[in-house]
């Protein structure tokens, strides 16, 4: 019981006079005891708050770091996909214009046919 009272004493009069640390040892059964001040606690608990800030603050940059690469590669795959759809049209346009030109050449091979075959028609009347 003595050692105890002795224990309780010595952490009151620690705090109080704001000694720094102080490791008790209860020589029956080995116990240790460490005395703090309530600043040197003070600075502890604002330590540890700080340490678990930061690892609060690393886990947010690293998921928005996550959120970028996930983005950087979504409009990687959104500007393939445009390019490929792009490509496509520029090769359906070639094929529509294509065709285009064709019709128009026979357009005007059928407009010089036309031409010559009235031609002929009026030849023959005119020689009849």
Do not use: H, P, W
């Not at 704001?18 to 080995?30: F, M, P, R, V």
């Not at 983005?71 to 346009?93: C, G, V």
């Not at 214009?97 to 005007?108: A, D, E, F, I, M």
Request: charged share 20%; aromatic share 6%; proline share 0%.
């Amino acid at each position: 019981m003595n050692a105890k009272l002795l224990i309780t004493i010595s952490c009151l009069l620690l705090n109080a006079f704001a000694y720094s640390q102080n490791a008790l040892i209860d020589e029956t059964t080995g116990d240790t005891l460490v005395v703090i001040t309530l600043n040197q606690m003070d600075d502890i608990y604002v330590e540890l708050i700080q340490k678990d800030s930061l690892v609060a603050q690393a886990k947010i940059n690293a998921f928005k770091e996550l959120k970028y690469t996930q983005l950087i590669d979504s409009t990687r795959t959104n500007f393939e996909r445009t390019q490929n759809a792009l490509n496509d049209l520029y090769e359906r346009y070639d094929v529509v214009l294509t065709s285009n030109q064709r019709q128009k050449n026979k357009l005007k091979r059928s407009r010089q046919s036309l031409l010559i075959a009235l031609g002929v028609i009026a030849l023959q009347i005119i020689l009849k």
